[in-house]
């Protein structure tokens, strides 16, 4: 069974960073696209950043020039650098994989989720 498992999460100053870490278990991420999505009370599940196979990235116009995806197939883990942290960046934070190399923004494409990391940013 693949699980996902998010870490990294927790509480910062607004202006600050994190690094948000996703491991699996029970598969290899190597030929897997793996996106990030997060998640506020009352809005619906958003596209942050994703990235396939072959680390080709994608980022939401929200998180551009200041989330970094990133991935280490070795330790099947794929990573979210976030910098320059807002209050609105407040939000559970999903990992999501897919069993295809090909990494997309619809939540619907991928195959497993991680239970999910809290972070707050506070101003």
């Known amino acids: 069974q693949v699980q996902l498992v998010e870490s990294g999460g927790g509480l910062v100053q607004a202006g600050g960073s994190l690094r948000l870490s996703c491991t699996t278990s029970?598969?290899?991420?190597?030929?897997?696209?793996v996106a990030w999505f997060r998640q506020s009370p009352g809005k619906e599940r958003e596209f942050l950043a994703s990235?396939?196979?072959?680390?080709?990235?994608y980022y939401a116009d929200s998180v551009k020039g200041r989330f970094i995806i990133s991935r280490d197939n070795a330790k099947n883990t794929v990573y979210l650098q976030m910098n320059s942290l807002r209050p609105e960046d407040t939000a559970v934070y999903y990992c999501?994989?897919?069993?295809?190399?090909?990494?997309?923004?619809?939540?619907?494409?991928?195959?497993?989720w991680g239970q999910g990391t809290q972070v707050t940013v506070s101003s």
């Open positions: 990235i396939s196979s072959s680390s080709s990235t």
């Open positions: 999501a994989a897919r069993n295809d190399p090909r990494s997309g923004v619809v939540k619907l494409l991928y195959d497993y």
């Open positions: 029970g598969r290899t991420f190597s030929s897997s696209a």
